[in-house]
């Protein structure tokens, strides 16, 4: 069984729903078992700011799939939950994105396809925040450092609030 961290978000349509079905169908995947979700995040868009805010979380879950085999699966999760993918569209809106964030300490490349650790991870926030909740001592192979210190390192973080409370806009 590999442990495998995801990052999970949605700003379109009903967004909690998005990312609750998300888990719900991960989690009905024989060869799949969640270990911990962290609390719901509503995060200030990153990359592109020109559109809706997100609602975030982060999933650990234990899985004999190989990470080819976990990206397919959530792919096929994004497509039954609305998620349309355009190529000239970088950081669009989505009704769901699930990014592999982590596959036990393995280096992964596919190019053209997947990266893991997820090559953007270390800079924003809307992914480490949920990951401190989850696993905040867990080490990044790549820069060796802890999901806290990585956190404590990010230079212009995006606002993230923990969903539920009246955000100041």
């Known amino acids: ?18 990312i609750q079905q998300a888990v719900s169908y991960l989690s009905m ?14 995060t200030e ?5 020109n559109q809706d805010w997100f609602i975030n979380a982060a999933v650990a879950l234990d899985t004999d ?26 950081w ?9 964030l982590m596959y036990d300490d393995k280096l992964i490349s596919l190019p053209e396809k997947l990266i893991v650790p997820h090559p953007l991870m270390h800079l924003r926030a809307f ?8 696993k905040s001592d867990l080490v990044h ?13 990010l230079e212009n973080p995006e606002d993230v609030f923990l969903y539920g409370t009246v955000l100041p806009r």
Request: charged share 30%.
């Open 92 to 100: 669009a809106q989505r009704a769901i994105d699930i990014d592999i």
């Open 127 to 134: 992914v480490l925040v949920p990951m401190l909740e989850v």
């Open 29 to 42: 995947s024989d060869s799949i078992k969640i270990i911990k979700t962290s609390s719901f995040y509503e």
């Open 45 to 49: 868009p990153w990359g592109n700011k």
């Open 141 to 153: 192979p790549v820069f060796n450092k802890t999901i806290s210190e990585l956190y404590d390192e």
């Open 1 to 18: 069984m590999s442990r495998v961290f995801l990052s999970l978000g949605s700003n379109l349509g009903d967004r909690l729903s998005n």
């Open 65 to 90: 799939l190989s990470c080819e085999e976990l990206l397919e699966l959530c792919q096929n999760i994004e497509v039954k939950l609305g998620r349309i993918r355009r190529e000239n569209e970088k």
